[in-house]
């Protein structure tokens, strides 16, 4: 089943965003074709995926900081938004953790492929468009953990406010958001953050601010916080 919201106005300040993932997308699926069920072609999408954004190098801090993170009563039923999910690169992280994965992005590029990427996996995927500040049409109450990475660190601070207010609405009490920030001295065209700007945030919409880790990813910080 699929989730979907047809984006009735564009966003004047993600219109940019849109069409840079857009041209990810396009760039990496048009590697494999929709109809060959081959590995080698798959693997090669992958591949050039990470040209985009390096994974090799990210992998295995990931993993390991998610176990950090997580806290064991977690365990592996979770039902989890992956916020800026395009291929779904770091979409298998999150499936040791998932019974049910949302992926959320502003294009819909990349979702077949995440489909194809995981059809094996034992974790049911939905998806949906979202027009870049909200989370509509999925049910309140209803979130257990919220990952983003590699999405947000461009989104305008009035954006990401919009979606604090959803976070706080689709979660559960005692979930956690697990969401990459950019902070001062990062690169050009990142949305800089302040760790009082990301508590602030925080206390804004019911969450407890946990933590702002080094990232784990390319540049920022990770926001580590619980729902209350």
């Given at each position: 089943m699929t989730i979907r919201k047809e984006i009735a106005v564009d966003l004047n300040t993600l219109k940019g965003q849109k069409e840079y993932y857009k041209n990810v997308c396009k760039d990496i699926v048009k590697i494999y074709n929709k109809k060959n069920d081959d590995f080698t072609?798959?693997?090669?999408a992958i591949s050039k995926e990470n040209c985009y954004h390096p994974y090799s190098d990210y992998k295995d801090i990931l993993r390991e900081s998610l176990e950090e993170q997580l806290p064991t009563w977690f365990g592996n039923?979770?039902?989890i938004i992956n916020l800026g999910s395009l291929t779904g690169k770091w979409t298998g992280h999150l499936i040791p953790y998932a019974k049910q994965i949302i992926c959320v992005d502003i294009v819909d590029d990349g979702f077949w492929y995440i489909q194809e990427r995981y059809k094996h996996?034992?974790?049911e995927f939905k998806f949906?468009?979202?027009q870049g500040d909200e989370l509509e049409n999925i049910e309140s109450n209803s979130i257990d953990f919220i990952f983003s990475a590699d999405s947000l660190t461009r989104t305008p601070k009035n954006i990401l406010q919009k979606y604090f207010i959803e976070f706080s609405r689709v979660t559960k009490r005692s979930s956690?958001?697990?969401?990459?920030?950019s902070t001062p001295d990062d690169y050009k065209n990142m949305i800089e953050y302040s760790i009082e700007e990301v508590q602030n945030l925080c206390y804004a919409n019911d969450?407890?601010?946990?933590d702002f880790i080094p990232s784990v990813f390319t540049v920022g910080s990770i926001l580590v916080a619980r729902r209350i």
């Open positions: 072609l798959l693997q090669k039923n979770l039902t996996e034992d974790c949906y468009l979202t956690l958001l697990y969401i990459h920030l969450f407890e601010f946990i």
